[in-house]
C-alpha cells in the first residue's frame, strides 16, 4: 500500500495540475511576497518530472530502494519549477540541493560520504553566487518576478558584476563547461534509483531558470557550442557507460544553452521531449547494468532483448539528425537556424561524431551468444556471492531483493516501463506535431539517411579502445577544497577513508606550530602595544 | 493598575528587581527543587517584565541615575537597541536556566548555589550593559562582566583552565584597559560627558584623523567582539562546562561587545557622520573580513568539537561587524538581526552538543558516528542549527544574511557581497564535517556511557527544543526588531 502511494500520488497530481487555472497565484510569506506560476509551459515541464518520477518509483520499488528523500527532492524540484519570484526560487533550489545531498548520503557505499561533500559545497557555492544576485534584484526593485535581468537591473558597471555573479551561479548548477566536473563525477558514482531522479532534476530547473533571467545573452551560444564538441570527445572515449550517458547530457545542455541564447520559443517543448528521451535512454542504460552487472562497456557484453533495443533505438533518435521522423529533432535543428553557416556545419559534424561515439559503443546492436556472461555459471556463482555479502552487509542497506540473479525476470521488470514509455514517446511526438504546425522539417531525407547509414556501418565494424576519461574540470571550490584537506591533515581525521600520511602531518604541525604562534596572548600583547604606540605618536602628531 | 504599569520607573525598576531577586534565590540551596523553579518563574516573570517594557516604549527615553562623581555618572536608560538586547536575553534566560540546572544535577558538579549565583549574576550584569546610559556606565559594566564570568569558567579548576583563563583575563582586560579606557576618557575630557544621544556627540568635537583613531580604540578595546588578533580569548574559554560556554557565546559576553559597538556607532559617533567619515574608502570593512578568514581556516583545521564553534562563533561575530561597519541604517538593523539570529543557533548548537557530550563524553568529532542512530532528536536539531549558520534557508541564519546582502547592496558594497558568500562556503566545510559524523555508521562504535538520569535529559532537550524555535520563527519576530529600530 505504501509503495503503491508512490505511484499513485504523481498521477493524482498531474490531474491536479491540469485542472488549476494557468494563471499565478500570490502569497505573503516570510515577508516576502511570493508567487507560484502555473504558465503552460511550467506545467508541461512539470507532466515531464511526473513521468519520470512515476518510472524512477517504480524501478526504486521493484529493487527495493528507498523512496521517500527521491519524492521529497522531487516536490521541491516541483516547487521550484512554480517558483514565480526569485525568493522562492532561491528557497527551492536550496531545498533542492539539501534532499539531493541526503539523497546522495543515504547510499552509503563508500563512496557516498565523498560524493555528498562535493555535491553540497558545489551548489552551496552556487547558490551563495545566485543569492549575491538575489539581494541585488529585491533591493532595488520592487518586483520580484522572475524576468529577464537585463530589463529589470539598471545598467551600469557595478550591476555588470552582479549580472555576472549570478550567471557562473547558475551555469555551475548546470555543469555548463568548465565547471562541469561535478555532474560527470557524482552521478556515475550514485546508485541507479538515485541516478533517474538526479539525471532530470537539477539540471533541467536551472536550465529553465538560466532561460527566465538571461534568455538572449549571446555569450551563451558559444559556451553551447563548446559543451557539444566537449562531449562530442569524451562520449567517443569514455568506457564506463553512465559516465558516457553523462556526456550525453552536457550535449543536450549545450543545445539548451544554444536556444537560451536566442530566447528560443519553444524551449520548454524542447526540454520536455528531452526530458523523456532521457528517461528512456537512462532505463535503457540501466537495465544494460543490471543485466551485466557492469558498468564497462566491453565487447562480452550479454544477450539483449530485441523490445529493450528498440526502445533503446528510439531513445536515441534525437541523436541521429533525421529530423523528419521526430519533434525533438525538428526543434533540435530549428535551434541551430539562428546561428552562422560556420557554427552549423560544426554543429553537424560534431553531432554526427556524437552518434558515431554512441553507436561504436555497440549497446544498440548487442546480441553475443557467445560470450553470454549473464549466462555463465561461473557468472552465476559470483553474482550468488555478491547478493550474499550485501545481504549481510549491515553497512550496506540498500540490498536488493527479489530474484535479481535470474535475468528473465531483469529484462521483464525492464520491458513494462521502456514499453511504455516508448509507446508515450511516439504518441506524444504525434500529438505535439500537430499541435505545432510551425515547426517544420526541411532536410533532405534521403542525404540523413545516407549519412546516418555510413556512420552506424562505421560504428559497427570499428574497434577502438575506450578509457576511463578524466572530465577537465574548472571546479574552484574542488581544488581549494582538496587543497585544504591536503595541508590541513588534522582535517582528515574525520574523514573515516582518508589515510595518515606522516610527511604531510610533519608539514601540518610545522603550520600548526607557527599558526599557534600568532595567535597567543604574548603575540595579542604585543599587537597592543604596537598599536598603542602607534596611537600615542598619531594623537601627538594631531 | 494600568497607570501603575505604565509608569516609566516602574517598568524600568520591575525587571531590575526580578533579575535581583533570582540572583539571590541560589542561596535556598536546602531545597533544590523549590530553587529551581523559583528561578524559572522568576526568570519567566521578568521576560514578561521586558515584554511590558517594550509595548509602553514608544522611544521615550527613560533615564534613572544611580551614582554621581563629578562628571562621571552610572546612569540607565531605555532605548531601542537596548530593548532588543533585553528581549534577547530574557528568552534566552529562562531555557539557559532550564537547560544550565538539569545539567548540573546530570553531572554532579558541586556547589551550584555558587554556580548559578554567577551564572544569574553575568546575565543581569548584561542587563545593565544593555541599559547603560553613558560610555562610563557601560565601561564599569563590560569589566564587571569579564569578571565575573570567571568564577563560572574556573568552577572546576585543572592545569588546562587555568591556562585558558589565564589567557581569557590577559587579552579582555588588557584591551580594555589599553583602548577602551583612554577612549572613553578622552571623550570625557573634551566634552564633560559621555551620554548616548541619537545622531552622535563627537561631530565637530574632534578632528576627523582623531575621530577614525577614536573609533579604532573602541573597536580595539571592546575586544568581545572577538576581532583578530584579540580573538585568542574565546577558544580558550572553551575549557568552561557546556552551559558557560553557551553563556559566553549566546546569551551574555559576545553579544555584550557587539551591543556596545553598536551602541558606540550609533549614539556616539553618529551613523551620518560615519558614513562621511568612511565616504571615500570604507578600509575598516578590512577588519572584519581578516578575522572570518582567519577563524574560517583554524576552524577548518581542527577536529575538537569546542573550538570548531569556538571560531564559528568568531566567523559569526565578524559577519555582524561587517554590516555594521556599513554605517547605514539598514546595516545595523541587519547586524542586530545576524546577533539575535546566532545567538539562537549558537545556543541550540551548544546545548545539542552538550547533551551529546553527557551521553557519550565526546571532545573530537571523530568520536562522533552512530551519534544520529542513537540520538535522533538531538542530532536534528544539531542539524537545523547547522544549516542556519550556513545560512540555508528557511531558517534564521539565511534571513540575516540576506538582510546584510541587502544592506550591502544598498551600500554597493561588493566586497561584503563576496566575503558573505565565501564565508558562508567556509562555515559549511567547517560545521558539516561536524554534521556529517553524526551519521556515519560504525558497527563497532557504540558508545553511549551514560544511559542513566532520563528525566534530566529529556528537560535538557526540552530546553534545547525551545531555543531551536528562535531558528525557525525567526521571521515571525524580525518584524518585531524593525519596529523597535524604526527611529534609527
Given at each position: 500500500m505504501n509503495k503503491f502511494f508512490y505511484i499513485l500520488y504523481p498521477i493524482i497530481m498531474m490531474f491536479g495540475l491540469y485542472t488549476i487555472d494557468n494563471l499565478p497565484i500570490s502569497y505573503r510569506i516570510f515577508g516576502q511576497l511570493l508567487t507560484i506560476d502555473f504558465t503552460t509551459t511550467n506545467k508541461l515541464i512539470a507532466y515531464g518530472l511526473i513521468i519520470v518520477v512515476i518510472v524512477a518509483n517504480y524501478y526504486a520499488i521493484i529493487f527495493n530502494k528507498k523512496l521517500l528523500i527521491g519524492n521529497v527532492y522531487f516536490l521541491f524540484t516541483i516547487f521550484t519549477l512554480f517558483a514565480g519570484d526569485i525568493f522562492s526560487m532561491f528557497l527551492g533550489l536550496e531545498l533542492m540541493t539539501i534532499s539531493a545531498s541526503l539523497m546522495l548520503f543515504s547510499q552509503e557505499n563508500p563512496s557516498s560520504y565523498k560524493f555528498t561533500k562535493r555535491y553540497f559545497f558545489t551548489h552551496l557555492a552556487a547558490a551563495s553566487l545566485i543569492l549575491v544576485g538575489i539581494t541585488y534584484i529585491s533591493a532595488y526593485n520592487d518586483d520580484q518576478r522572475l524576468m529577464n535581468l537585463i530589463q529589470i537591473l539598471p545598467s551600469n558597471d557595478y550591476t555588470k558584476i552582479i549580472y555576472f555573479i549570478t550567471l557562473v551561479g547558475l551555469l555551475i548548477n548546470i555543469a555548463a563547461f568548465p565547471f562541469s566536473g561535478w555532474l560527470l563525477d557524482i552521478y556515475p558514482n550514485s546508485n541507479n534509483s538515485s541516478f533517474i531522479y538526479l539525471i532530470n532534476f537539477t539540471t533541467k530547473i536551472n536550465l529553465i531558470l538560466l532561460y527566465k533571467l538571461f534568455s538572449g545573452l549571446a555569450m551563451l551560444k558559444f559556451l553551447g557550442i563548446l559543451m557539444i564538441i566537449y562531449s562530442a570527445i569524451y562520449i567517443y572515449l569514455e568506457i564506463n557507460i553512465k559516465r558516457m550517458f553523462c556526456y550525453l547530457i552536457l550535449n543536450n545542455i549545450g543545445i539548451s544553452l544554444i536556444a537560451i541564447s536566442s530566447s528560443f520559443t519553444y524551449f520548454y517543448e524542447y526540454l520536455f521531449m528531452d526530458i523523456l528521451y532521457k528517461t528512456l535512454l537512462a532505463l535503457f542504460i540501466l537495465s544494460f547494468i543490471d543485466n551485466n552487472q557492469t558498468t564497462q562497456l566491453t565487447n562480452k557484453v550479454s544477450k539483449t532483448n530485441l523490445l529493450i533495443l528498440l526502445s533503446g533505438w528510439i531513445g536515441i533518435i534525437p541523436f541521429l539528425g533525421l529530423e523528419s521522423i521526430d519533434f525533438t529533432t525538428c526543434i533540435k535543428h530549428l535551434i541551430t537556424d539562428n546561428l552562422s553557416n560556420k557554427l552549423q556545419m560544426i554543429i553537424y559534424i560534431t553531432n554526427m561524431v556524437n552518434l558515431f561515439g554512441i553507436l561504436s559503443s555497440k549497446l544498440f546492436f548487442t546480441k553475443n551468444n557467445e560470450n553470454n556472461i549473464a549466462s555463465s555459471s561461473y557468472y552465476n556463482i559470483i553474482k550468488q556471492a555478491e547478493l550474499e555479502i550485501r545481504e549481510n552487509a549491515t553497512?550496506?542497506?540498500?540490498?536488493?531483493?527479489?530474484?535479481?540473479?535470474?535475468?528473465?525476470?531483469?529484462?521483464?521488470?525492464?520491458?513494462?516501463?521502456?514499453?511504455?514509455?516508448?509507446?508515450?514517446?511516439?504518441?506524444?511526438?504525434?500529438?505535439?506535431?500537430?499541435?505545432?504546425?510551425?515547426?517544420?522539417?526541411?532536410?533532405?531525407?534521403?542525404?540523413?539517411?545516407?549519412v546516418v547509414g555510413i556512420i552506424s556501418l562505421l560504428a559497427l565494424i570499428t574497434k577502438h579502445k575506450r578509457i576511463n576519461t578524466l572530465p577537465l574540470n574548472l571546479d574552484i571550490l574542488y581544488i581549494i577544497y582538496t587543497m585544504l584537506n591536503y595541508f590541513l591533515f588534522c582535517y582528515k581525521l574525520t574523514n573515516p577513508l582518508a589515510n595518515k600520511n606522516n610527511i604531510i602531518k610533519g608539514k601540518f604541525l610545522m603550520l600548526k606550530q607557527y599558526l599557534n604562534s600568532l595567535h597567543s596572548s604574548t603575540t595579542s600583547l604585543f599587537f597592543i602595544f604596537i598599536l598603542l604606540i602607534g596611537f600615542i605618536l598619531s594623537i601627538y602628531q594631531y | 493598575m494600568i497607570q501603575l504599569i505604565a509608569n516609566p520607573k516602574f517598568l524600568m525598576l520591575l525587571p531590575l528587581v526580578l533579575a535581583i531577586s533570582n540572583i539571590i534565590v541560589p542561596v535556598i540551596n536546602y531545597h533544590k527543587t523549590l530553587r529551581n523553579t523559583l528561578l524559572i518563574i522568576i526568570s519567566g516573570f521578568f521576560f514578561l517584565s521586558i515584554l511590558l517594557l517594550g509595548h509602553f516604549f514608544e522611544n521615550e527615553l527613560i533615564n534613572f541615575n544611580l551614582l554621581t562623581f563629578s562628571q562621571f555618572a552610572i546612569t540607565f536608560h531605555i532605548e531601542s537597541l537596548g530593548i532588543i538586547f533585553l528581549n534577547l536575553l530574557a528568552i534566552l534566560w529562562i531555557f539557559s536556566l532550564i537547560y544550565t540546572i538539569n545539567y548540573l544535577e546530570f553531572h554532579n558538579i558541586p556547589n551550584q548555589t555558587q554556580f548559578l549565583f554567577f551564572f544569574n549574576l553575568s546575565i543581569f550584569v548584561g542587563i545593565l550593559i544593555a541599559i547603560s546610559a553613558n560610555l562610563f556606565t557601560m565601561l564599569i559594566f563590560y569589566e564587571l562582566l569579564t569578571i565575573v564570568t570567571v568564577p563560572l569558567i574556573i568552577h572546576q579548576p585543572s592545569e588546562k583552565i587555568t591556562i585558558g583563563i589565564s589567557t581569557y583575563l590577559k587579552i579582555l582586560l588588557t584591551t580594555s584597559m589599553i583602548f577602551f579606557l583612554p577612549a572613553v576618557t578622552i571623550i570625557y575630557a573634551k566634552l564633560g560627558h559621555g551620554n548616548f544621544i541619537m545622531n552622535g556627540i563627537l561631530?565637530?568635537?574632534?578632528?576627523?584623523?582623531?575621530?577614525?583613531?577614536?573609533?579604532?580604540?573602541?573597536?580595539?578595546?571592546?575586544?568581545?567582539?572577538?576581532?583578530?588578533?584579540?580573538?585568542?580569548?574565546?577558544?580558550?574559554?572553551?575549557?568552561?562546562?557546556?552551559?558557560?560556554?553557551?553563556?559566553?557565546?549566546?546569551?551574555?559576553?559576545?553579544?555584550?561587545?557587539?551591543?556596545?559597538?553598536?551602541?558606540?556607532?550609533?549614539?556616539?559617533?553618529?551613523?551620518?557622520?560615519?558614513?562621511?567619515?568612511?565616504?571615500?574608502?570604507?578600509?575598516?570593512?578590512?577588519?572584519?573580513?581578516?578575522?572570518?578568514?582567519?577563524?574560517?581556516?583554524?576552524?577548518?583545521?581542527?577536529t575538537h568539537i569546542k573550538e570548531i564553534l569556538a571560531y564559528s562563533t568568531i566567523t559569526q561575530l565578524s559577519i555582524a561587524l561587517l554590516s555594521a561597519f556599513l554605517f547605514t541604517n539598514i546595516g545595523i538593523k541587519a547586524a542586530i538581526a545576524h546577533m539575535i539570529s546566532h545567538s539562537f543557533s549558537k545556543i541550540t548548537l551548544f546545548y545539542s552538543i552538550g547533551i551529546i557530550y553527557s551521553l557519550k563524553k565526546a571532545y573530537h568529532i571523530n568520536e562522533l558516528p552512530n551519534t544520529?542512530?542513537?540520538?535522533?532528536?538531538?542530532?536534528?536539531?544539531?542539524?537545523?542549527?547547522?544549516?542556519?549558520?550556513?545560512?540555508?534557508?528557511?531558517?534564521?541564519?539565511?534571513?540575516?544574511?540576506?538582510?546584510?546582502?541587502?544592506?550591502?547592496?544598498?551600500?554597493?558594497?561588493?566586497?561584503?557581497?563576496?566575503?558573505?558568500?565565501?564565508?558562508?562556503?567556509?562555515?559549511?566545510?567547517?560545521?558539516?564535517?561536524?554534521?556529517?559524523?553524526?551519521?556515519?555508521?560504525?558497527?563497532?562504535?557504540?558508545?553511549?556511557?551514560?544511559?542513566?538520569?532520563?528525566?534530566?535529559?529529556?528537560?535538557?532537550?526540552?530546553?534545547?527544543?525551545?531555543?531551536?524555535?528562535?531558528?525557525?520563527?525567526?521571521?515571525?519576530?524580525?518584524?518585531?526588531?524593525?519596529?523597535?529600530?524604526?527611529?534609527?
Open positions: 553497512s550496506y542497506r540498500e540490498t536488493p531483493t527479489g530474484n535479481i540473479h535470474n535475468f528473465k525476470s531483469i529484462d521483464y521488470i525492464y520491458k513494462i516501463p521502456l514499453l511504455c514509455l516508448s509507446i508515450f514517446i511516439v504518441i506524444i511526438n504525434v500529438i505535439i506535431s500537430k499541435n505545432y504546425p510551425n515547426i517544420s522539417c526541411h532536410q533532405s531525407i534521403i542525404l540523413t539517411l545516407s | 561631530l565637530d568635537k574632534f578632528s576627523t584623523v582623531f575621530n577614525i583613531i577614536l573609533l579604532i580604540l573602541f573597536m580595539l578595546g571592546i575586544s568581545k567582539t572577538a576581532i583578530f588578533p584579540f580573538s585568542g580569548w574565546l577558544p580558550a574559554a572553551m575549557v568552561a562546562t557546556y552551559p558557560v560556554s553557551a553563556l559566553l557565546h549566546s546569551v551574555v559576553v559576545v553579544n555584550s561587545g557587539l551591543f556596545c559597538i553598536f551602541k558606540i556607532l550609533v549614539y556616539i559617533f553618529g551613523l551620518e557622520y560615519l558614513q562621511i567619515l568612511f565616504h571615500n574608502n570604507n578600509w575598516l570593512l578590512f577588519i572584519p573580513i581578516i578575522t572570518i578568514g582567519y577563524s574560517a581556516f583554524m576552524a577548518i583545521r581542527t544520529s542512530n542513537e540520538i535522533k532528536i538531538v542530532s536534528f536539531i544539531t542539524l537545523l542549527a547547522v544549516l542556519s549558520l550556513i545560512g540555508v534557508p528557511p531558517l534564521a541564519g539565511f534571513f540575516s544574511k540576506f538582510y546584510i546582502m541587502k544592506a550591502a547592496s544598498y551600500s554597493n558594497s561588493l566586497l561584503v557581497l563576496i566575503t558573505l558568500a565565501i564565508s558562508s562556503i567556509l562555515s559549511a566545510i567547517y560545521l558539516t564535517k561536524l554534521l556529517t559524523i553524526f551519521y556515519i555508521k560504525e558497527t563497532n562504535n557504540n558508545n553511549i556511557i551514560n544511559k542513566n538520569n532520563n528525566i534530566l535529559i529529556s528537560q535538557m532537550i526540552f530546553a534545547t527544543i525551545c531555543c531551536s524555535m528562535g531558528i525557525i520563527l525567526f521571521y515571525s519576530y524580525y518584524h518585531k526588531i524593525d519596529h523597535y529600530l524604526r527611529y534609527i
